[in-house]
């Protein structure tokens, strides 16, 4: 059976940083970076071991990933939160799913939330025995756009993302709308 952490050593190769965190629950998320020269995805990728600890529904299980340029080091703590919460009900998040955080998501951003989205094409599902473990994508957002995603939908707002010409991936951008 592949690990979690086999399966991010095989795709991207030993990890450049890595951050250990232990919720007052004991339980352990740790979050990896590979920088944007280590990946072929022209961002750097933040990914979190442990949500499959947390976030299970029968044999569906989670970890999350987001990648950004230019790298933000300061994003750990939130992608440890999500790792830890999901969006908040205690289950595998579905795509179109947000979360907004009592703080912004990294310093020199003003953006609170992630949305979650299908991250198959970039990491396609690890079955690991019993279990399926799907990579969930992290969309940073802004108030507006998420305002936006909440009155139109996913789908519209990766319309209006790509109307737009919307890098979200862009650790520098301001809001969109």
């Known amino acids: 059976m592949r690990s979690v952490t086999d ?22 998320i740790n979050i990896f970076k590979w920088t944007e020269s280590q990946t072929d995805e022209g ?5 979190t071991q442990g ?3 947390t976030l299970c529904e029968a044999n569906e299980c989670c970890e999350f990933f987001i990648g ?29 799913d947000t979360i907004t955080l009592a ?3 990294w310093n020199g951003t ?3 939330s992630f949305m979650f989205t299908n991250g198959d094409e970039i990491m396609p599902p690890l079955i690991n025995g019993m279990k399926h473990i799907s990579f969930i994508q992290l969309v940073p957002l802004f108030e507006a756009e998420m305002e936006y995603k909440k009155e139109m939908g996913e789908s519209a707002l990766w319309e209006k993302f790509e109307e ?3 890098p979200y991936w ?8």
């Open 7 to 28: 399966y991010y050593w095989e795709k991207y190769g030993e990890p450049a940083r890595r951050a250990q965190f232990v919720s007052s629950e004991g339980i352990h």
């Open 43 to 47: 961002v750097a990728i933040y990914a």
């Open 51 to 53: 949500s499959v600890n």
């Open 68 to 96: 950004i340029a230019p790298d933000v080091d300061e994003i750990i703590d939130a992608l440890a939160e999500v790792a830890l919460h999901g969006n908040g009900r205690n289950n595998v998040p579905n795509s179109g």
């Open 103 to 105: 703080s912004t998501l």
């Open 110 to 112: 003003q953006a609170k």
């Open 164 to 166: 737009e010409n919307v």
């Open 170 to 177: 862009n650790s520098s951008r301001s809001s969109s709308f």
